[in-house]
């Protein structure tokens, strides 16, 4: 266990930065890359820790996956080219890994068991097991099916139509890998539209998936052909830059390549009507994604109320939003934010106490938190820690701008999951 120590109160930001590959986009393009016919080159894979065990795991499954240069090779053999894997299949600290892995292998004829860290075994997966098991996947886990470690039974699935609970692009996308393999017709409903790089990423590969409004239709079988894609930069991993800018007296900060799909932008919209200074430069598409240059400039900031639609589109970075929260004028409350307790942590219990520690008005409430700006009013120094949850170490890194003292981060190796260069790129723009 590493921990760090973060100080750089009032240091200004800034400079010109790429940040590291998406991490949903990097996952999904070694999958269907796997499961394709032929070659796929993949440009600016995030080689965190997530997505290397998404890739240890296809390569355990058969599939020949090599670096070449800064790119990926993965010479697919089409989805009848996944073999059984001879020991568990490992997604570290995953959830991406094992949800689709299980979408993906519930229709292969073999067995598979998925295993994952501490933090995995405790994260709920009766949410993609129920919806397989209604198109007749064997599935079995911990606690009557809800934890890991999962045993996969593959066998012929059938069409369904499933009205997911929740708003999660890991359920419609374990949905829409079954679908993929399955004769017929399958249909997925989701309450707010969740991230759709699956969707996009299907049609990249050649195939068909029909979305309206938050329905999506996939008929199968399908074959996909390999491609070439370009990850764009992370924006939950540029919103920790995005908000070291923000909030530091001076700072001017350029992020190139950044993804701005539609889903993904929740952060940017909100704020906006914060009165952030946030301009997107250099607008483009690549491989059906949108992306652009962000350009970042130190703001005075206004509490807001983040509910409603905009939590799928924002739900990764809700741990920074409330940094950033402390340093906006008046009230800011996040609500319909539940999903938060089943991530790597209970993200309303490690924000909310972790930021209380240094010093916020801070509070929890049933469905997100409460937290009252100050302005003006240095945070305090001392022990924190991310309890193994990488958006929380990072989070708490950022919160140094802004903290008179030092800040010990316990548990910095967990931001190597999403962001194995975020120490490194941070000093370089102090
Ligand atoms: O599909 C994905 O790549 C992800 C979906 C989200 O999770 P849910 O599907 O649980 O909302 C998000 O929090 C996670 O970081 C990545
Ligand atoms: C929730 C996250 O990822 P996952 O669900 O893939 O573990 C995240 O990266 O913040």
Known sequence: ????????????????????????????????????????TVDGFLMGDDCLHTMKCMRQLGVRIEKSGESLIIIGNGIDGLSEPVDVLDVGNSGTAMRLMIGLL????????????????????????????????????????????????????????YHSPVSSAQVKSAILLAGLQTEGTTVVREPELSRDHTERMIRAFGGSVLTEGTVHTITGPQKLTGTHIKVPGDISSAAFFIAAALITPDSHLIIEDVGINPTRTGILDILNSMGADISLENQRIVNDEPVSDLVVRSSSLQGTEIGGDVIPRLIDEIPILALIATQAEGQTVIKDAAELKVKETNRIVTVVSQLRKLGADIEETEDGMIINGQPGKPLKGGDVNSFGDHRIGMMLAIASQVA?????????????????TFNELLESVR
Do not use: C, W
Not at 1 to 9: A, S
């Open 1 to 40: 266990m590493t921990n760090t120590i973060f100080h750089g109160f009032k240091k200004k930001i800034q400079g010109k930065i790429k940040v590291p590959g998406d991490k949903s986009i990097s996952h999904r393009a070694v999958l269907l890359g796997a499961i394709a016919e032929g070659e796929t």
């Open 404 to 420: 008179n003292e030092p800040i010990n981060v316990e548990r910095t190796d967990s931001i190597a999951v999403s962001f194995p």
């Open 106 to 161: 519930a229709a292969r004829p073999f067995y598979s068991v998925l295993v994952g860290d501490a933090s995995i075994h405790q994260r709920p997966m009766d949410r993609v097991v129920l919806p397989l098991k209604q198109m007749g996947a064997d599935i079995y886990g911990r606690s009557n099916n809800r934890l890991a470690p999962i045993t996969v039974n593959g066998s012929k699935l059938h069409g369904t139509e």
